[in-house]
């Protein structure tokens, strides 16, 4: 599968944001999907995950309450919806997908990326 994210941007403190990730290649249905980010000068690191039917979603700590994953299948695109951004929130964000079922938080666990959009939030 290929993945191409984008909506990425640049948002003031307290500001939302959405970012898309489309999929091309195999049935979009079959992966678990997530978002991961990466800021300058630090290891990338998990932001949040959502089922292969999206009934279920797993977040970090970091983001919880503010950030939503969705996906829509019959269009083959997960979202993320950061809401009360805030600057540590600045990264590259990166789609991933994973053939397996179970929640999974490491990178090591996904077999596909995109390329990464990058969030800017500052004022």
């Known amino acids: 599968v290929q993945l191409q994210a984008s909506g990425g941007g640049l948002v003031q403190p307290g500001g939302s944001l959405r970012l898309s990730c489309a999929a091309s290649g195999r049935r979009f249905s079959i992966y678990a999907m997530a978002w991961f980010r990466q800021a300058p000068g630090k290891e990338r690191e998990f932001v949040g995950t959502i089922s292969r039917s999206g009934g279920s979603t797993y977040y970090a700590d970091s983001v919880k309450g503010r950030f939503t994953i969705s996906r829509d299948n019959a269009k083959n695109t997960v979202y993320l919806q950061m809401n009360s951004l805030k600057p540590e929130d600045t990264a590259v964000y990166y789609c991933?997908?994973?053939?397996?079922?179970?929640?999974?938080?490491?990178?090591?666990?996904?077999?596909?990326w995109g390329q990464g959009t990058l969030v800017t939030v500052s004022s």
């Open positions: 991933a997908a994973r053939d397996r079922s179970a929640i999974a938080t490491m990178t090591y666990d996904y077999n596909y």
